[in-house]
């Protein structure tokens, strides 16, 4: 069973709609959870952290579940320059140390004019 | 914010010959460094944490004589493929934690490393 699943799209969305991805996760261990977001043959970059209570930054809005081990990411009046690939990311973060990052395979998001 | 750079961004060897790879924090000191592979369409996966001073941990799966790494110092970290082959064509990315940045061990990735083996 993989760490991170993702639906991998693509997703083609027309410019202005709200387009939503999922995720799920294994480890119920997982402490920390992100959106990363990658653009072609880029590294990726940190969209936004999810946290339990739920958060927004703006058109972007993140949902974490632990009970259904489930991640939520909302985009509402979607941008063309949001067209990328979405990575759900989760860290088991053991103690104080620091641990790798754990990557789902992403979703392709196409948002059309 | 926490910059991390990559030498080089592209390189192309011959099989059987050794490409070391470089990756430096910029404006910040890390004491713990990541080493991630993304084959094409795939996701990012997780090959080493790169701790300054002291040995690479590596993840299950990856030869540690294979994939040399070196953290000899706060800001640079080395992966070093030896005896290269095509097989080990990917993109090799980096990643530093800032550990006066965010509470969450915030990774910065560098701009990855187009390796290809003919």
């Known amino acids: 069973r993989k760490e991170v699943e993702q639906d991998p799209g693509p997703f083609n969305v027309p410019e202005g709609a709200t387009v939503a991805f999922n995720c799920t996760y294994s480890?119920?261990?997982?402490?920390?959870f992100f959106w990363y977001r990658q653009d072609c043959r880029k590294e990726p970059k940190l969209l936004m952290s999810?946290?339990?209570s739920g958060n927004e930054d703006g058109r972007f809005t993140a949902q974490l579940n632990r009970a259904s081990q489930y991640i939520s990411l909302l985009i509402r009046d979607s941008k063309l320059s949001d067209s990328a690939t979405y990575l759900c990311v989760v860290n088991m973060e053991s103690g104080g140390g620091a641990d790798g990052l754990t990557f789902g395979k992403g979703t392709h998001l196409i948002i059309q004019p | 914010g926490a910059v991390v750079s990559q030498h080089p961004s592209w390189v192309i060897c011959k099989s059987g010959t050794s490409v070391k790879i470089e990756c430096r924090s910029l404006d910040f000191q890390a004491t713990t460094m990541f080493w991630y592979r993304q084959f094409p369409k795939q996701s990012l996966m997780l090959m080493a944490t790169s701790n300054e001073g002291s040995k690479a941990t590596y993840e299950q799966g990856v030869e540690k004589d294979k994939f040399l790494i070196n953290h000899a110092s706060l800001t640079l970290s080395t992966l070093t493929v030896t005896s290269a082959h095509p097989e080990d064509s990917s993109f090799y990315i980096c990643?530093?934690?800032?550990?006066?940045?965010?509470?969450?061990?915030?990774?910065?990735f560098g701009p990855g490393t187009r390796l290809t083996v003919l």
């Open positions: 999810v946290y339990s």
């Open positions: 480890n119920s261990a997982s402490q920390s």
């Open positions: 990643s530093a934690i800032n550990p006066q940045g965010s509470s969450y061990n915030e990774q910065f």
